[in-house]
């Protein structure tokens, strides 16, 4: 089967939502989900968005996956980098090379865009997508653990 990737637009926010929620289903946290059509829209296509999304779809117009990322900055190269937040792939096309058809995506954009990096994060249980970033040659970086504050404790935290 052959696909193409196109830039995702404010239309598309229904089939990024379905996507969100699916990833967020197979990584056994749906309940977290608190996106909706309107804040995609918004968050992805508002002005001063930083972010972009791009969709991969079959031929004939079906979704068939997507990405979506944001640039984030390196002070050592005093270059941007590209940070992918979400990859995903349905079900139904999984196996046949969507998710290394959209890396590679952005992996031509960070270069068109000047950008010294290309990163992400995985979930350590997710084998079948390390298998992916390992056959492409990316290497996880062990010696970064990652940090969050979000939620009341991202508001207690502001508040002194």
């Given at each position: 089967?052959?696909?193409?990737?196109?830039?995702?637009?404010?239309d598309?926010a229904?089939?990024?939502?379905?996507?969100?929620?699916?990833?967020?289903?197979?990584?056994?946290?749906?309940?977290?989900?608190?996106?909706?059509?309107e804040?995609i829209?918004?968050?992805?296509f508002?002005e001063?968005?930083?972010?972009?999304?791009?969709?991969?779809e079959?031929?004939?117009?079906?979704?068939?996956?997507?990405?979506?990322?944001?640039?984030?900055?390196?002070?050592?190269?005093?270059?941007?980098?590209?940070?992918?937040?979400?990859?995903?792939?349905?079900?139904?096309?999984?196996?046949?090379?969507?998710?290394?058809?959209?890396?590679?995506h952005?992996?031509r954009?960070?270069?068109?865009?000047g950008?010294?990096?290309?990163?992400?994060?995985?979930?350590?249980?997710?084998?079948?997508?390390?298998?992916?970033?390992?056959?492409?040659?990316a290497?996880?970086?062990?010696?970064?653990?990652r940090?969050?504050?979000?939620?009341?404790?991202?508001?207690?935290?502001?508040?002194?």
């Amino acid at each position: 089967m052959a696909y193409r990737i196109r830039p995702a637009s404010v239309d598309d926010a229904a089939v990024i939502l379905r996507f969100i929620r699916e990833l967020a289903d197979y990584e056994k946290a749906l309940h977290e989900v608190a996106a909706t059509e309107e804040s995609i829209a918004a968050s992805l296509f508002g002005e001063g968005s930083v972010s972009r999304a791009a969709i991969c779809e079959t031929e004939d117009g079906e979704p068939a996956g997507s990405a979506v990322w944001f640039k984030t900055y390196s002070t050592w190269q005093a270059k941007n980098g590209l940070y992918l937040e979400d990859l995903y792939v349905t079900p139904d096309h999984r196996g046949a090379g969507v998710g290394k058809l959209l890396l590679r995506h952005l992996a031509r954009t960070a270069l068109d865009e000047g950008c010294a990096r290309f990163e992400w994060s995985v979930l350590d249980w997710n084998t079948p997508a390390i298998r992916v970033y390992d056959a492409i040659g990316a290497e996880p970086k062990p010696e970064w653990v990652r940090y969050r504050l979000d939620g009341e404790k991202l508001r207690q935290f502001a508040a002194g």
